[in-house]
């Protein structure tokens, strides 16, 4: 079945892109720096002894040839032993990243399913009434927003609904020292996830509306729309079933590469609203020079990206019939 | 009775730098189970006619004058009136089905979906139809579960026709139905064609840039230049005996096979279309034209009888004694 | 919008009698000419280069307008923290410098940085793409394999990382956000690249034995331009949205003063909590207006400059 082997050559590629991510990664902490054992061992702030120091060198292999490093990187990040954390000490970075990772999850998961349902909506009703209100107004929204900082647009509203009007909490994962269970606690989440979530949404609906509008524009101006339109099908139906449809297609893959996007923008949202996620992890990490688990986020930001598209591809493989004969 | 009457219809597209006529003025009438072959070169509005006799143009399009399916003005008819009529009184085969079927859907669903929209029937009934459709256009029944990029060129183009005959229209508008196939795969679809059109009786508006097409399938042949009709008759008469220079130059254009005169001197035209945009005075076709004449550049030639059911355009006529004749 | 086609007509009879070179030129100008008939019809191009050249004053203005004393912490006069008023329309900060004198003279670090980013992703990008499009086969399909892995790490968080290793300064700044946003430029470089080669003069000039470099020198740059171009200004606006992310990170050239940097500040001083707004406001509407002047200006060149998206 082609089908089959379109997954295969998918997957294929995408661990070849893995193993290039991995190299970048380990240029980047172990080639490029002038000195990698004191940019690795290194730390703000606290004096490691030299038998410390020389402990952990020889524990990250530092103290080899580079080939023989690079073998011993790649077994370790594939066993996900990524060393201990200075931050956190006696931690290991997974156990801080796992402890981090999952507010990140719910936040950029949360805005990412409303900006995407959102701003492909708009898309779709502005790409097939153009030029009316909703279009016009859709494409100024898209372009003021797109044009604004992520970090700016959250310090602003932090500004406004908390600060200025004390709606929502001004930050952080949940309110501290409650004892909140269940449902209660569910919504005090929700309470203080509203503005990232508002932020990062605002900032992307624009990316997406753009996108489906001209993917849409581009669909109904081929032959077969009109070859729908002249059976006498309804509008509505000619649009949903058969536009949407096609102009979907190359909306799949940009969706995925715009996904890393949405990831950079958590960061600096995340550290505006001190939220306990993955990009304020980051910032502590470059603040305290952490460089071993700043490797971790950074090799788990690109393998993100890297599976969503592998997904976006998958996705197209069961969508278009065309991808699965070639 | 007629089909299908057009008379004096003008559409102008909507444009930043304004309207831009496309068919200025058009009549003629298309007779039950007749064939008429619409020929002219690429943008003479040939195809902006078919388009716009179930109002498929863009937005914003102006249309005027009136096109009479089964004594009912389609350019009258409200939007559900008009989706009625689509594809039940009038179908389309476009022009390279390449791209006019919807490459997601598999054709049985597409195929049916155009009876379902017409007809009270149930959902297994309308599949049973598709799957008769593509036999009677010679593919295999188990094939309406295929995608259309799973067919070729020219099983693309009997798709397409089987489903402008899912709701048995009166009249099939085929827009060049056989330009983008290579030559033996045309010989096929024509054949196709032409072998429907006589076993269910059905009344056609063939338009083509090659009037080679035409000479096989066309029992009347109207020819088109810069959104006019200039000459129209019988397809045989015309054929045999052109009297617009224009149609002379188009039928020069192709070989007739056995005339030795062609080898040699191969006919055609000098010269482009006219930019719709900005059409020279007088008859548009002067400046390309081999027995121009002072009166071309300024007097725009009215409709003149020529001969036995025929008309043309052109002031060589009224010289020859010609009568005006009235627009049906 | 009513203004007469200016330079939209046929050229003139007497071109034709000039010699060859003078043709070259007359015509070039005729096309600077309707490029710029066409681009004054939009709306948004318009007020997007309006913006713009007020911002570029305002840059090259900036130790005119005010005295690069105010922005050294020690010899601030003003209150602390006060908001906007006669004398100090956009506020002080934390430290009684006045928001404005921060706001000028971060327009200087600001845009120089985006533009010469943008100048930095361009010659990578339009590199890469050129060489991928025009030489085609293996060439191409090594060359965008890699931009594709490129495409694939996201740009900011490489950035960052770059940024934290390699340290800051100006120039590692720029660079790093050069180097980490031209696959898009290489992939739409490419692609009118491969239809440049494909067009007939090209291929025949190459079967007369023309030099690689001289076509491209010839054929395929002057045609490819436009489209980079357009791109490099669309581009300018993401590289200052970038710089104004790292800065507020903290990973900006700690010596200057940037848009980015002094919303840094504000919000280690804590502005969003003790609701200074015109702090954090102003340098940031000043982000917004000039990345959205150029959006502005990009996407009305793209629709002149871009063939495909004309007809539209």
């Known amino acids: 079945m082609g089908e089959w082997r379109y997954v295969g050559r998918k997957l294929l590629q995408a661990g070849a892109t893995l193993l290039f991510i991995i190299t970048v990664n380990f240029f980047l902490f172990r080639v490029m720096p002038s000195d990698p054992v004191r940019l690795l061992t290194r730390q703000r702030g606290v004096q490691l002894s030299p038998e410390a120091q020389a402990a952990l060198t020889h524990d990250l292999g530092l103290d080899r040839p580079l080939p023989a490093q690079f ?16 931050i956190f000490p006696g931690q290991s970075v997974v156990s801080v990243f796992s402890r981090f ?73 949940e309110s501290p020292s409650s004892d909140l269970t269940g449902f209660a606690r569910a919504l005090d989440i929700a309470n203080h996830m509203f503005l990232p979530v508002l932020t990062l949404t605002l900032g992307y609906i624009g990316e997406y509306y753009l996108v489906m509008r001209s993917s849409l524009l581009d ?6 729309i009109t070859t729908v339109r002249a059976k006498g099908i309804r509008e509505d139906r000619v649009l949903w079933r058969h536009a949407v449809r096609n102009a979907m297609l190359p909306t799949i893959s940009l969706i995925a590469l715009s996904f890393g996007f949405v990831l950079a923008g958590a960061i600096t949202v995340e550290l505006v609203f001190s939220y306990p996620g993955l990009g304020l992890l980051a910032i502590q990490a ?12 950074f090799l788990f930001a690109s393998v993100a990206v890297l599976v969503s598209n592998l997904v976006a591809d998958l996705v197209y493989s069961w969508v278009d019939p065309r991808v699965r004969e070639a | 009775m007629s089909v299908l009457e057009v008379s004096d219809l003008s559409v102008s597209y909507a444009t930043r730098e304004g309207p831009v006529p496309a068919v200025r003025g058009v009549s003629f009438d298309i007779d039950r189970g007749q064939v008429l072959g619409l020929a002219g070169e690429s943008g003479c509005g040939k195809s902006t006619i078919g388009l716009g006799l179930l109002r498929l143009l ?4 102006e249309m005027r004058g009136r096109v009479m399916l089964d004594g009912a003005d389609v350019l009258a008819m409200a939007p559900s009136e008009l989706g009625a009529v689509r594809w039940t009184q009038a179908s389309i085969v476009f022009q390279g089905a390449q791209h006019a079927l919807d490459p997601v859907i598999r054709v049985g669903d597409q195929i049916e979906e155009a009876i379902l929209a017409h007809r009270p029937v149930s959902r297994r009934d309308a599949a049973g139809r598709a799957a008769e459709l593509l036999e009677l256009v010679g593919l295999p029944a188990r094939r309406t579960r295929d995608f259309p990029n799973e067919f070729s060129g020219g099983q693309k183009q009997r798709v397409m026709i089987a489903m402008a005959l899912a709701c048995d229209p009166d009249l099939v508008i085929a827009d060049e139905p056989t330009t983008a196939l290579d030559v033996m795969v045309q010989a096929q679809v024509l054949r196709l064609l032409k072998n429907l059109q006589t076993e269910l009786g059905l009344s056609m508006l063939f338009i083509t840039h090659d009037l080679s097409v035409l000479a096989q399938v066309a029992d009347r042949l109207a020819v088109m230049y810069a959104g006019r009709i200039v000459e129209e008759g019988p397809a045989a008469d015309v054929f045999a005996s052109p009297v617009h220079p224009y149609t002379m130059a188009l039928a020069g254009a192709f070989p007739r096979i056995g005339d030795e005169s062609f080898v040699q001197a191969p006919g055609g035209l000098e010269g482009d279309p006219p930019d719709p945009r900005d059409l020279p005075t007088g008859c548009s076709f002067h400046p390309r034209c081999s027995r121009v004449m002072e009166r071309c ?3 725009d030639p009215p409709s003149f009888a020529a001969g036995a059911d025929r008309r043309a355009e052109c002031l060589l006529l009224e010289d020859a004694g010609a009568t005006e004749s009235v627009p049906t | 919008m009513t203004e007469p086609d200016a330079g939209a007509g046929a050229p003139t009879p ?24 066409t681009y004054r019809r939009s709306v948004m191009g318009i007020a997007g280069l309006v913006i713009l050249v007020l911002f570029a004053l305002m ?41 404005l004198a921060l706001v000028v003279w971060g327009s200087r670090v600001s845009l120089a940085i985006g533009l010469l980013a943008a100048v930095v992703s361009m010659v990578v990008g339009a590199a890469i793409g050129i060489v991928a499009g025009y030489r085609g086969g293996r060439w191409d399909s090594a060359l965008m394999r890699f931009t594709d892995w490129f495409l694939v790490l996201p740009g900011l968080p490489l950035a960052i990382t770059l940024a934290a290793i390699l340290g800051q300064s100006m120039f590692i700044i720029v660079m790093v956000i050069g180097l980490t946003s031209w696959p898009w430029t290489a992939r739409i470089v490419r692609s009118q690249a491969l239809s440049v080669r494909e067009r007939p003069y090209v291929e025949r000039a190459r079967g007369l034995g023309a030099h690689d470099l001289q076509l491209i020198a010839k054929h395929v740059l002057p045609n490819v331009f436009p489209v980079i171009f357009a791109n490099t200004i669309l581009s300018i606006a993401l590289a200052i949205l970038a710089e104004s992310a790292l800065s507020f990170i903290g990973l900006g050239d700690p010596l200057r003063v940037s848009w980015g940097a002094t919303l840094e500040l504000a919000f280690d001083a804590g502005a969003p909590t003790i609701g200074a707004w015109w702090w954090i406001g102003f340098p940031g509407a000043c982000i917004v207006l000039v990345v959205l002047a150029f959006t502005m200006c990009g996407n009305a060149l793209e629709e002149i400059l871009n063939p495909r998206l004309r007809q539209r």
């Open chain 1, 286 to 297: 470059i603040d305290s020079q952490d460089f071993l688990l700043l490797q971790a986020l």
């Open chain 1, 71 to 86: 073998v011993q990187y790649l077994a370790d990040t594939f066993r996900l032993d990524f060393g201990d954390s200075f």
């Open chain 3, 14 to 37: 007497e071109v034709a009698t000039r010699s060859a070179r003078s043709v070259v030129w007359a015509r070039r100008r005729l096309s600077a000419r309707r490029f710029w008939a």
């Open chain 1, 101 to 173: 990772l999952w507010p990140t999850v719910l936040l950029v998961g949360t805005a990412t399913v409303l900006m995407i349902v959102i701003g492909l909506y708009l898309g779709i009703r502005g790409g097939w009434k153009r030029g009316r209100p909703l279009d016009v107004g859709s494409m100024g929204f898209s372009l003021l927003f797109y044009s604004m900082p992520d970090f700016w647009l959250a310090m602003i509203l932090l500004i406004v609904f908390s600060t200025a009007l004390g709606w929502f909490p001004s930050g952080g994962f």
């Open chain 1, 219 to 224: 669909v109904l101006g081929e032959d077969y």
């Open chain 2, 58 to 61: 863009p937005r914003g399009t």
């Open chain 3, 59 to 99: 840059a090259l203005l900036a130790p005119v307008l005010v005295s690069a004393d105010s922005l050294d912490v020690t010899k601030a006069t003003g209150p602390i923290l006060a908001p906007p008023s006669w004398e100090y329309p956009m506020g002080t900060d934390e430290a009684g410098r006045s928001v």
């Open chain 2, 297 to 299: 550049r300024t007097v």
